[in-house]
């Protein structure tokens, strides 16, 4: 597609339930991001792929965080047993370029966890 | 510290004024430098990207310091529909590569 697809807009879980959120790059764009903004507009890099294949991960708090970007599926990130600080945007965006490249956003995904 | 600071603001400024922001960088690798602008819990869009000899477009001028690891935003004759948050961005090539955004300035300009 022309842009960056996040499904879903808005999500509310509650505490301890698990959500999951999608994301569709830009077609022909090899490199991934996730991104989590929360009140105070932090962006905090959570991970990154190139293709299929994890680039980054170095943001991802992995004990209840995973991601995945499959071959001909929307990339994913899902949080398990969530809290109420993982209440945020939560970004995706995607490039061409790793490094030089401008980064194309998505619309985002509100998760609200209650 | 924080990898990229920002003045958070917020900048109230009146219409054709003259504004700037600062925003410094820690890490001396960073590679490529940007201005994004996000409005009101939008999506970010990039504004421009920021060269080393400086760069321009329209009223918005972009100045990098590789010295003093800082760079700046210029935004000359301000409309109201310049007001948003200017997020600095940095890309770090650590391992792979990283985009580390800076926290934004807010800006308000009023009538």
């Known amino acids: 597609g022309e842009e960056v697809a996040q499904t879903p807009k808005h999500l509310v879980r509650g505490e301890g339930q698990k959500a999951k959120l999608y994301c569709a790059p830009i077609?022909?764009?090899?490199?991934v991001f996730w991104y989590q903004q929360v009140l105070k507009n932090e962006f905090k890099f959570l991970i990154s792929?190139?293709?299929?294949?994890?680039?980054?991960e170095t943001g991802m708090p992995k004990e209840r965080f995973s991601a995945k970007c499959l071959p001909n599926s929307p990339c994913s990130l899902e949080i398990q047993a969530t809290k109420l600080e993982d209440s945020a945007v939560y970004f995706c965006?995607?490039?061409?370029?790793?490094?030089?490249?401008?980064?194309?956003f998505g619309e985002g995904s509100r998760l609200t966890v209650l | 510290r924080k990898e990229v600071e920002q003045d958070p603001g917020p900048f109230n400024v009146p219409e054709g004024a003259t504004v700037a922001f600062n925003c410094t960088y820690s890490n001396s690798a960073s590679q490529s430098f940007f201005w994004y602008r996000q409005d009101c819990r939008k999506e970010p869009k990039l504004l421009m990207s920021?060269?080393?000899s400086g760069n321009e477009d329209g009223r918005f001028t972009a100045q990098l310091n590789r010295a003093s690891q800082y760079i700046s935003l210029l935004i000359r004759d301000s409309k109201l529909s310049d007001s948003a948050t200017y997020l600095c961005?940095?890309?770090?090539?650590?391992?792979?590569?990283?985009?580390?955004f800076g926290a934004g300035t807010r800006l308000f300009v009023k009538a």
């Open positions: 792929f190139q293709n299929e294949n994890v680039f980054d």
């Open positions: 961005v940095v890309n770090i090539p650590t391992g792979g590569f990283k985009t580390i």
């Open positions: 965006a995607s490039t061409r370029d790793r490094g030089t490249g401008e980064l194309f």
């Open positions: 920021v060269y080393s």
């Open positions: 077609k022909g764009h090899s490199y």
